[in-house]
């Protein structure tokens, strides 16, 4: 409440008055007729370019249907086991990829132009193990099985008129349904996994092929229209249209192989090795002789972006400097022109050249290597007002084109000049000359008070500069953690590396103790993120597991830290059950050699473990009380292996927990994978899992229908006594199916 009577902080006289202009803060354009065009922000980035000229370069709405690389083709398919499948419409026939051969073979039992792949087919999509192919000369979507090429399903057209033509049909990850492209009826209908028509978009146009973004939306591509629909699935509506795929690349995971605009794929990465040069292969699957010719962008030849009115909030002001980041390719280059006034300038004084103050020429010639991400600065002359625009002229060779990241104009120039004797100003000349050579000092000093003034970021964990392994000179944020004694693991993702030194301060009075390690382990292993994650219910098959929808298990983190003392919670006659008061152990724990009847101690060991030269036999510490012994200093970190699959990243992990275990502490590391194995990895909740027994269907119960989640007995089951009673029989316990 007393803000306003305190003084007003100091401000330095050489502290200069700036405007940013950028992606993330706004470019403030202003279009005028005859002045700008041909400059907008790109899509991928935001950074100012020259527009790409239409029907240039990848597009969302080329005939291959992978919407300009974010998907594969119409006629490609994943399956979830890895395969990728092939339509080859030219013969009516399925392929699918031979990795150890890198060629695509055919489908195995499915004949050229049968029923199952009838001639004429469009689109393929696949999901939950089944092939949809989408023949709009019968009028049917075909549904096979992706593991043997039989036919499930052939769906025919919904009720209504004309008949539809399906020519793509794609499953939805969400709310189990299927979109099928009609061009006929112009939209696309929704069925479900058994082909039934649920609803029907319409008014999208003759659809071609369909994509689903991240964020379940629909994308529409259709014939003779350059830009596609970005349809919502649950409402049925078009929120939006693209055309170039840098408008929607966030929203797509990135292929794994190259896409060409006809259809062809580089199938070179998916080889089992890699093949080191391309291997491209066309729609029909066969290898081409040559790359297909890459579809680059061109661009006009030059263009013009003028700012709008920018304030230096004082009349008679004078401008300082401007400064860009900016990327310029070979044959490129920018011109960068300032005018300035007391009032706000129209559009008719604004076209006068006479007002544009030309400040520097930055160009980069044909025969020198591209710039990526360089600053260069240029000092504004003549430039006297409280309001400024900003104009620039970017030029290229129609294949490339300059891009500005980031622009800064300074203003209200505070020139080492007022130090000086007033002679050296005493007329404008004098004083022009005078800032221009003291600029080069000025530049200097005010590069090293930047620095002074940003200092805090260096003492923020989440914005401190960091530099890979090679050069750890740079690194501030190792060094930050080194003042709180945080070891961070070398190789590490960085932003997990930022969220363990952030959580360091909170985390510092339960350091040395299993909660503080297990703590720290789960932030630099990601694990905090699924704290109370529910998982969605599977969209494929039924999983009935007898317990209420809205009683969902949340997922639990796992219990990363055991202390080898808890192991002498023992089991007691009489009241063998696991809990609290009994836990089991695996042999690692003690790994103690011992002899079992019926092998001898010889080299290579038998079951026992003990091997001649190697086992010691040892008086001291019977095996009788090894829990009391050897585990009262030491405990075991269990870590999935899904967490340190990268190279280096299990080396790094086991020195990051040594820097934070007690120095008393005895810590070894223990890699889960998704195995168990009883007598080897069996510690009941650690390394080893019991879930939850599937509830076996009941024949008459709706909530149970058949799938492939039903149990049935194996032939020679006895259980073979006939039915008692509707709505008791369980399929596979009770009643057996001939």
């Known amino acids: 409440m007393n803000a306003r009577y305190l003084p007003p902080v100091a401000r330095a006289p050489h502290d200069p008055r700036t405007r940013v202009l950028d992606a993330r803060l706004g470019w403030a354009p202003l279009a005028l007729a005859g002045l700008t065009g041909g400059v907008a922000p790109s899509a991928e980035d935001g950074a100012l370019a020259l527009a790409a000229l239409p029907g240039s370069g990848r597009l969302l709405a080329e005939p291959g249907g992978s919407f300009g690389g974010l998907v594969p083709p119409r006629h490609v398919a994943w399956l979830a086991d890895g395969t990728l499948a092939l339509l080859d419409a030219a013969h009516g026939r399925l392929l699918r990829l031979d990795r150890c051969g890198c060629r695509f073979a055919p489908w195995p039992c499915l004949e050229p132009d049968g029923l199952r792949v009838p001639a004429g087919a469009t689109g393929l999509g696949a999901g939950c193990g089944l092939l949809y192919v989408a023949a709009p000369p019968l009028a049917r979507v075909v549904v096979l099985d992706a593991s043997n090429g039989a036919l499930r399903a052939a769906w025919p057209s919904p009720p209504g008129a004309p008949p539809w033509a399906p020519v793509h049909a794609l499953p939805l990850e969400h709310g189990g349904l299927v979109a099928v492209a009609d061009a006929a009826r112009g939209g696309v209908h929704l069925c479900s996994r058994r082909g039934r028509a649920l609803r029907f978009i319409g008014g999208l146009g003759a659809v071609r092929a369909l994509a689903v973004d991240a964020q379940g939306r629909l994308c529409v591509q259709r014939d003779g229209e350059a830009a596609v629909l970005l349809v919502d699935v649950a409402a049925g509506t078009v929120v939006g249209t693209a055309e170039r795929p840098a408008e929607l690349a966030r929203r797509f995971a990135p292929l794994p192989f190259a896409t060409h605009p006809g259809?062809?794929?580089?199938?070179?990465?998916?080889?089992?090795?890699?093949?080191?040069?391309?291997?491209?292969?066309?729609?029909?699957?066969?290898?081409?002789?040559?790359?297909?010719?890459?579809?680059?962008?061109?661009?006009?030849?030059?263009?013009?972006?003028?700012?709008?009115?920018?304030?230096?909030?004082?009349?008679?002001?004078?401008?300082?400097?401007?400064?860009?980041?900016?990327?310029?390719?070979?044959?490129?280059?920018?011109?960068?022109?300032?005018?300035?006034?007391?009032?706000?300038?129209?559009?008719?004084?604004?076209?006068?050249?006479?007002?544009?103050?030309?400040?520097?020429?930055?160009?980069?010639?044909?025969?020198?290597?591209?710039?990526?991400?360089?600053?260069?600065?240029?000092?504004?002359?003549?430039?006297?007002?409280?309001?400024?625009?900003?104009?620039?002229?970017?030029?290229?060779?129609?294949?490339?084109?300059?891009?500005?990241?980031?622009?800064?104009?300074?203003?209200?120039?505070?020139?080492?000049?007022?130090?000086?004797?007033?002679?050296?100003?005493?007329?404008?000349?004098?004083?022009?000359?005078?800032?221009?050579?003291?600029?080069?000092?000025?530049?200097?000093?005010?590069?090293?008070?930047?620095?002074?003034?940003?200092?805090?970021?260096?003492?923020?964990?989440l914005a401190a500069p960091a530099a890979p392994e090679v050069d750890t000179r740079h690194d501030f944020l190792r060094w930050l953690a080194a003042w709180v004694g945080v070891a961070l693991p070398a190789g590490w993702p960085l932003a997990r590396q930022r969220q363990?030194?952030?959580?360091?301060?909170?985390?510092?009075?339960?350091?040395?103790?299993?909660?503080?390690?297990?703590?720290?382990?789960?932030?630099?292993?990601?694990?905090?993120?699924?704290?109370?994650?529910?998982?969605?219910?599977?969209?494929?098959?039924?999983?009935?597991?007898?317990?209420?929808?809205?009683?969902?298990?949340?997922?639990?983190?796992?219990?990363?830290?055991?202390?080898?003392?808890?192991?002498?919670?023992?089991?007691?006659?009489?009241?063998?059950?696991?809990?609290?008061?009994?836990?089991?152990?695996?042999?690692?724990?003690?790994?103690?050699?011992?002899?079992?009847?019926?092998?001898?101690?010889?080299?290579?060991?038998g079951s026992g473990g003990a091997r001649l030269g190697v086992t010691?036999?040892?008086?001291?510490?019977?095996?009788?009380?090894?829990?009391?012994?050897?585990?009262?200093?030491?405990?075991?970190?269990?870590?999935?292996?899904?967490?340190?699959?990268?190279p280096g990243r299990e080396a790094a992990l086991a020195r990051f927990i040594a820097a934070e275990v007690p120095a008393h502490a005895e810590a070894r590391l223990v890699v889960v994978h998704p195995r168990m194995r009883v007598g080897v990895q069996s510690s009941i909740g650690l390394d080893a899992v019991i879930g939850l027994r599937t509830r076996p269907p009941v024949l008459g119960d709706a909530s149970a229908p058949l799938g492939r989640a039903t149990v049935l007995p194996a032939a020679g089951s006895p259980r073979t006594e006939p039915p008692r009673g509707a709505g008791r029989v369980r399929v596979g316990q009770s009643t057996v199916i001939r």
């Open 263 to 461: 259809g062809s794929i580089d199938i070179a990465p998916l080889c089992e090795p890699p093949a080191a040069a391309p291997r491209w292969v066309g729609p029909d699957g066969a290898p081409l002789a040559a790359p297909p010719p890459p579809a680059l962008p061109a661009y006009p030849a030059a263009g013009t972006w003028l700012s709008g009115p920018l304030d230096s909030g004082e009349d008679g002001g004078t401008w300082d400097r401007v400064e860009l980041l900016a990327s310029l390719p070979a044959g490129t280059r920018l011109h960068i022109a300032f005018a300035a006034d007391d009032a706000l300038l129209t559009d008719a004084e604004l076209a006068e050249p006479s007002r544009w103050h030309p400040a520097g020429e930055w160009r980069r010639p044909g025969g020198e290597s591209d710039l990526a991400c360089a600053r260069a600065d240029w000092m504004l002359h003549h430039c006297t007002g409280r309001h400024g625009w900003l104009r620039l002229a970017l030029a290229g060779d129609t294949r490339s084109t300059p891009r500005v990241h980031r622009m800064q104009v300074d203003g209200l120039r505070t020139s080492l000049r007022r130090y000086l004797p007033a002679v050296f100003g005493a007329d404008p000349v004098a004083a022009e000359f005078s800032d221009r050579w003291l600029a080069i000092f000025d530049r200097t000093l005010r590069d090293i008070e930047a620095q002074v003034d940003t200092q805090a970021r260096f003492f923020d964990p």
């Open 616 to 646: 010691q036999l040892l008086t001291m510490q019977d095996p009788l009380r090894d829990p009391f012994h050897v585990h009262a200093h030491r405990l075991s970190v269990f870590v999935p292996a899904g967490c340190i699959a990268a």
């Open 500 to 605: 363990v030194l952030a959580s360091a301060p909170r985390l510092y009075a339960w350091r040395g103790t299993p909660a503080g390690l297990a703590a720290a382990l789960s932030l630099l292993l990601g694990l905090d993120r699924w704290a109370g994650h529910a998982p969605a219910p599977a969209g494929c098959v039924p999983c009935p597991t007898g317990r209420r929808a809205d009683a969902a298990p949340r997922w639990r983190p796992p219990r990363l830290v055991l202390e080898h003392y808890r192991l002498r919670r023992w089991m007691a006659a009489g009241h063998a059950r696991l809990s609290d008061a009994a836990k089991l152990w695996g042999d690692r724990i003690v790994n103690r050699s011992r002899l079992e009847a019926g092998h001898t101690l010889e080299a290579g060991g």
